[in-house]
């Protein structure tokens, strides 16, 4: 029988209008970016400068991921779990009905504006791509930097202060390792994102988390949320995001069909690295989805 996870679109995949023919197509989705504000015109109209800053990105990423699953459950797409790449996770939580669509939205702009503030100048990201493990340790313990998420096989991320970026730069291309850097505006899931993740901590003092109720996957422990709800949402800013891992177990544990739901199909690409036999489907706009019905009704 098919299992099927939905996995949330994280930060860098945004572009301008997105959502917005879900927005003209369902109703449920209406609902969601009509109670975001202001963030319903930075999804529709951007610009793509404003898009690319942190603290619009995440709350607009967010909503349109939101909408987008809303529009999958008007259509009574079965879903078995659930699980986001870093700011997606955020869309997951609400999908699972660990917190309000209203109450993540307010956290999700103080995360995005905290998370831009952290580092103001000097911090970034770089993908490292085909590096073997060892090779991956030493560059990290050279240069200082850190392994923050580790995407598929041969594609991992890491971040810190520019200099250190550099010099683990410098290292892996003597080893003959691709390294790319990233459009980000600091070294996020690493020790630097320290004091945001206290604020989100604090943050969650005062909003009521409830019991999953569809079953969502960690970043942090590439495991299921059971017990210490906000302890895992407040700790995941500052710790590597374990998608591999995340996926591997959903594989061990039934799942075949992934659904992308938020911008892009950026994860579908990596799952498929992780295990070429499952299938991906991606949802984005009105026609994303329909040819995933599509495939849906075969199944």
Not at 129 to 138: H, I, P, R, V
Not at 176 to 204: A, Q, W
Not at 254 to 272: N, S
Request: hydrophobic share 40%; net charge negative; charged share 25%.
């Amino acid at each position: 029988m098919t299992k099927t996870a939905v996995v949330f679109s994280g930060q860098g995949s945004q572009f301008v209008g997105m959502g917005q023919e879900l927005y003209n197509s369902y109703p449920e989705s209406k609902k969601i970016f009509d109670a975001s504000g202001e963030v319903k015109d930075w999804c529709f109209n951007g610009p793509k400068e404003l898009l690319t800053k942190t603290k619009y990105t995440q709350p607009a990423l967010f909503t349109a991921s939101v909408a987008g699953f809303e529009a999958l459950k008007s259509n009574n797409v079965k879903v078995d779990v659930v699980a986001g790449f870093s700011l997606g996770e955020y869309a997951a939580l609400v999908a699972s009905e660990v917190i309000s669509f209203e109450d993540c939205l307010a956290l999700v702009l103080k995360r995005g504006r905290w998370m831009e503030e952290a580092v103001p100048t000097g911090g970034g990201m770089a993908a490292v791509l085909g590096s073997d493990e060892q090779t991956l340790k030493d560059a990290v313990a050279f240069s200082g930097a850190q392994a923050v998420n580790y995407n598929a096989p041969g594609q991992v991320v890491i971040a810190g202060m520019n200099d250190q970026l550099q010099k683990a730069t410098e290292f892996l291309k003597e080893k003959r390792v691709k390294v790319i850097p990233l459009s980000v505006s600091g070294p996020f899931h690493s020790t630097y994102m320290e004091d945001v993740s206290v604020k989100i901590k604090d943050e969650l003092h005062s909003l009521s988390l409830s019991t999953p109720k569809i079953p969502i996957m960690s970043n942090v422990t590439a495991d299921y949320y059971t017990d210490n709800l906000a302890e895992l949402i407040a700790n995941q800013v500052k710790s590597p995001v374990l998608w591999e891992d995340t996926i591997r177990r959903l594989i061990a544990d039934g799942v075949d069909t992934f659904i992308e739901v938020g911008a892009g199909k950026t994860l579908c690409g990596l799952i498929k690295k992780i295990d070429n036999s499952v299938k991906t489907f991606y949802v984005q706009d009105k026609a994303t989805l329909d040819e995933m019905l599509t495939e849906v009704e075969k199944w």
